[in-house]
């Protein structure tokens, strides 16, 4: 892709022969463009930050909570203090 943009074909062209939108094909050539082939390396899609993420402590007294109780999201929130949808997520792995 990149060798064929440099040579001077638009890069909406190059995209439609690639199969690929040129919204993904302009992400990569700026990329290119900026940082070499270390760019257009693969990157992971998971969020870089998760300021909303519930804290470890809270967490660690939910799973002591629902192990001990053997109780749901809307039993354990109300013990808790919080709100149910909060204690209802499944725990990252």
């Known amino acids: 892709m990149v ?4 040579s001077g074909r638009a890069v909406a062209h190059v995209a439609a022969e690639m199969g690929i939108s040129r919204t993904t094909a302009w992400r990569w050539w700026r990329r290119y463009r900026e940082q070499g082939l270390a760019g257009l390396v693969d990157r992971s899609s998971v969020a870089r930050s998760h300021p909303r ?11 002591i909570m629902r192990h001990l109780t053997r109780r749901g999201p809307v039993f354990i929130a109300g ?3 919080l709100q149910a949808s ?6 990252a792995a």
């Open 86 to 91: 909060t204690v209802g997520r499944p725990a």
């Open 3 to 6: 060798q064929r943009i440099q």
């Open 53 to 63: 993420r519930t804290g470890s402590c809270v967490e660690t007294r939910v799973r």
């Open 79 to 81: 013990k808790l203090g």
